[in-house]
């Protein structure tokens, strides 16, 4: 089953009165924690649906290996149409999807997981009897939720969609903290600065020094969407030069050609995976995956007792 995530930070955070992806929590920023949250919980397909300062955004977050989409009438439209924007890409993309509003920063990857191994069409996290983030769609749910006027948002589309929808129980506090006024940043911070220890891992393959890790399977992937390597790298914010010299890097560690490509043409050039680099990255997906999942778990068996509130 492929799992993505869709991170929405297109707004202009007026209320704030800050930009609010960058507002620092702990060492980090909201937006990269939001990230950092779907990577430990072994989500490699993350999309950001950017508007409201995106080039400022999209530079700062270039080394978190996203998928960047932009939302360029931002000033005029709700967050529902970021919502559009990010679910028409990933539609076929991905089986199911985990979407969140990229200021509800300090859920849990055990969450992520609770909420996945729920069969559902919709599933919504709920703590304290407060509904909150991240929200799993199913694929098929999609169009029903693209075909919807925008009335109430995205909470009206799952709603005229008429598809189950789970309300799972969790004790994550996170879920239900945004930062959507000042005040509310205050109480994210107090609720960062109490959270739990937790595992964080890098997940790389090596022979005498890493060569393939979480940048080189968004490269790969998105040259698979796109047919491109150009596009991938635009929508990765990374140069045209850096994807090749990466997928030279690769090739020569690997042994093997990764990349089928045809030049000119009407079309201009085209680049597709060959069945190596295909399997090579479907791999790395599962691996990824499966690893976190048993380094939560290793975790909490050893370290669950001595961290605590």
Known sequence: MKIAALIV???????????????????????ERVVTNFRQAGIQKIVMVTG????????????????????EKYAETQMFDSVRIGLEYLKDKADR???????????TAETVHRLLETDAPLVTPICDGVIGHPIVIRSDLV??????????????????????????????????HDADTPDDYEELLQL????LIRSSIQISLSKEKPFFDEQCYTLLSLIR?????????????????????????LESQLK?????????????????????GTDLIDRYERYSRDLRRYADETFQTYFSDIFKN
Not at 97 to 107: A, W
Not at 192 to 195: G, R
Not at 226 to 245: D, F, K, P
Request: charged letters at 20%.
């Open 256 to 276: 093997n050609p990764l990349l089928l490509r045809t030049q000119g043409g009407s079309k201009g050039s085209h680049s597709e995976l060959t069945v190596y």
């Open 143 to 176: 169009d029903k939720i693209l075909a919807h006027s925008g009335e109430r948002g995205l909470k009206g589309a799952m709603e005229a969609s008429g598809a189950e929808h789970v309300y799972l129980e969790v004790s994550d506090e996170g879920i239900r």
């Open 52 to 71: 409201y300062q995106a080039a400022e955004l999209e530079r700062h977050l270039a080394n978190r290996n996203l998928i960047f989409l932009r939302n």
């Open 9 to 31: 930070a297109a707004g202009r955070s007026s209320r704030m009165g800050n930009f609010k992806p960058m507002l620092q929590l702990g060492s980090i920023t909201i937006a």
């Open 192 to 195: 960062h600065n109490a959270s």
């Open 225 to 249: 969407e796109t047919g491109s390597v150009r596009e991938a790298g635009a929508r990765m914010h990374i140069s045209y030069s850096t994807c090749w010299n990466m997928i030279r890097t």
């Open 97 to 107: 999807i985990l979407f969140c509003p990229v200021d509800v920063p300090l859920f």
